[in-house]
């Protein structure tokens, strides 16, 4: 472990220690391991309420989902998750928890106590995975945001339902007592509890101060101290189970860095604020996301949020529209999480739910998330490298409420014009060999073709970096400016672009082999010993020039000024690289590792 990252573990332990004055020492203390990429190693599948019914559920449309994901086939497909999200609490009582049985009526329990044991039993009997809901502050998004009646009851402190302070007795609950397989952790009770609040100001609600996320603001949140949060359930977590490790869904919107931290404490993380069934929507939270491929991977992903297919926008009259949300779900390995009510969904919204092969696009084991080649107003081009040798997922994507048309050269996504290719559509379900050396679509206005290319590689020892973001990793973002907030498109580390959108040039074309990131920057590469040599050109983005360095497995293997000159890095059997941009200043803020290219 590198002195950086002890620091920052020592970092956290103390920020840890001013925040959360009522944990015990003992979960302070032992940092435990970070989610293993065999605890999630494809995008988790599966159903959540809150998109089809809001807060208006009950137990019954719990089981009804669960039924239909068996009867539909839905499971057999691989959405395994049922959560129950919010709302279910009644109130927070000494040594557990209440639950509101006029909703689970199947929790009542002899002695007047509860349990979700019953619940989760039928679940897993069903061969299903249950998931539960809570909130990383004392208070709930419900209790703030809704108007209800299903609302926790009780004093103030019986209303305190969230895990603030009562992390290890909540995952014992969840995990060890009730037996649930993953917990949603909402965010709400630290962002919108404070003294300005008219809830608080009236006694309702206990003020959460200062608060750890104000949202939009990031200069004036707490990532620390929220991350410390996470890490403490997390831990909590890990402790309360035995045979699997537990998954924890992060949400937290993509506020408060939650991409520097994220995978350290769950296996995936909100990427935005909540999806809506609109189009306008769904671009948004697909943008929050689809930067961001160099953050995910087996066992920690990216999450746009839930599906709106079967909703709104995106119903059985808007086909090419929910086909357009599933396909760009599926590219960038986005959980696929249906939330849309079972009961009632069309033959024609099934058959975009179940296409197994968009489904295989989404669930690929390599776990690379698609990366964005193009990108304009109207027309956007992802490419998601497949486990298959000479293979790519590529959607063209029509944001526009035009028809539009869409190109893409065979160079571009590093495959050969020399040797066939073939053309899958999976949403016609036709195979065509191309002729010649671009693959030309027409689309409808907000049409996605999502298309499987499969051919040979331009050059058979040479791999790009677009073609593996998963076994890329950013350690340390670097420089950070004020305004990363999610609805602004700053990403510290992306392929392609900068930080902040624009295309990395090169002889005037975009240079998709650059990674493009912030100044002060570490970037990890697993290169598990497949690569000989590496080619690179260190470039400064400005006129400030500064030194980089490349560690191999920790050693020091070049320190150099970044003038913009190609290298070579010779890496046999080495396992990883780590490149470190040089330290930023006001007017020299982004880097790129130019040209990339490894070679076996
Ligand atoms: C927040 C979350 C949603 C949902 C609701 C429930 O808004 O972002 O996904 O869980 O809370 O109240």
Known sequence: ?????????????????????????AQQLSPAAPPTPSSLPTPLMGWNPFNAFGQNYDEHSIDDAAQQ??????????????????????RREPETMAIRTNLYPSARQAHGTTSFRPLVQRLHSMGLKAGIYTDIGRNTCSQRWEKTANMPEGTQAQREVGSFGHQQADAHLFFSEWGFDLVKIDACGVADYTSAAAVVRGGTFRAFEPPLIVRGKPAES??????????????????ATSEHLPIVSI??????????????????????????????????NFDSAAPRSLFAGPGRWNDPDLLEVG??????????????????WAVIAAPLIISTDLRKVSPAILDILRNPEVLAVDQDPAGNQGVILSQAQDGET????????????????NRSDHPLTLSLGLS???????????????????STRLQGATITVQLMPKETALLRVEGTPLENKATFPDEMPARIRVLEDGFKPNDRT??????????????????????????????????????????????KRIELTPRAMSSAVGTYSIFADGKPIQTRSANGRATVLHVEHVQTLELVAPAGGPDHTSFAWAQLRFER
Not at 71 to 81: S, V
Not at 274 to 284: E, G, I, P, Q, T
């Open 1 to 25: 472990m590198s002195t950086l990252i002890l620091l920052r573990y020592a970092a956290v332990a103390i920020v840890l220690a001013a925040v959360a004055t009522a944990q015990s020492a």
């Open 69 to 90: 994901l068996v009867a539909l086939g839905l499971r057999d497909l691989g959405y395994r998750f049922v959560d129950i999200d919010d709302s279910w609490w009644l």
């Open 222 to 239: 707490k990532p620390e101290d929220l991350a410390s949060l996470y890490a403490s359930f997390w831990r909590s977590a890990v402790n």
């Open 251 to 284: 949400c937290a919107w993509g506020e408060d860095d939650v991409n520097d931290w994220g995978s350290r404490s769950g296996q995936m993380w909100r990427t935005s604020y909540d999806v809506k069934a609109n189009w306008k929507s769904v671009l948004y």
């Open 311 to 328: 909703n709104g926008e995106f119903d059985k009259d808007h086909l090419t529209e929910a086909r357009a949300h599933m396909s760009m």
């Open 382 to 397: 992802v490419v998601k490298t497949l486990s298959h040798p000479g293979t790519k997922a590529v959607a063209l994507i």
């Open 412 to 430: 571009e996504i590093h495959l050969s014009s020399q040797a066939p290719v073939m053309v899958r559509d999976v949403w016609r379900g036709t």
């Open 486 to 531: 999610p609805d602004r498109q700053w990403v510290p580390a992306r392929i392609g672009f900068l930080p902040y959108g624009e295309p990395i040039l090169h002889e005037n074309r975009q240079d998709t082999s650059a990674i493009g990131v912030a100044a002060g920057s570490r970037i990890q590469i697993d290169l598990h010993g497949d690569f």
